[in-house]
């Protein structure tokens, strides 16, 4: 079931706001596609235009999830004095919380097309890979915000995670050529064409994240969340 279907529908309002800039801007509509994110440029004021619109949907979906784990945690109490597997319940979690990703992301592509804000090279090969990046990064981004919510509560965590992408994209963006193993480090990075080399887009070629190292780091990144977030599922006291 979807969660809140007032909180579903902001974001889907996110989607219609991103698409609607992104063609007065005409960012991505000739050549690239909004997984292209923020490229690297020497002009403050671009790198600004292009982070908020691609950080509207970012952040529409990471308020989504906030306080998600609070939400369910009353009828987990239920399940948990009827001895149900605490790993089987997380575990149940962090793949809804996959699924209800992957379906904002279909919209938002939808939504993008129906109002003609991004180009057709978004079905090309690398357009799909990007696309997959794009949607592992920001699921990376919900393990961490589902993770931390188990320490340090719903607010914290959201204003953790959406304070350490917005900073990752500007941190990034002041690297030098001798530390681009750092972009590693920033998931964001991961999910951004410009930044990945699968931008169709000829206009900022520069990027520092290889593909398929950036699909492992990913993948790992939330093996790790998964696994720790279980261990620390079992050790609380949901009472």
Known sequence: MIRHFSFFLFVVGSFIVQAIFSNHFQLFSFYGSFVDGVPFTLSHGLVYKYLLIWYLPIAS????????LEDVRKYAIVLFVRSYNRMKWMLNQYIYAFVVTMIFIFIQTFIMFLFRACSENIWTPNGIKGLCMYLLSIYTLICLQLFLELYVGARFSHLIVNLYVILSILLSNELHDGLNW??????PDHGMGFRNGLSSSTAFEQYVIHFSIGCLVLLFSQFLLVSFSVRKTKKMDWL
């Open 61 to 68: 979906i990471s308020f989504y999830f906030s306080g998600y």
């Open 182 to 187: 750092l972009h590693y480090f920033f998931i």
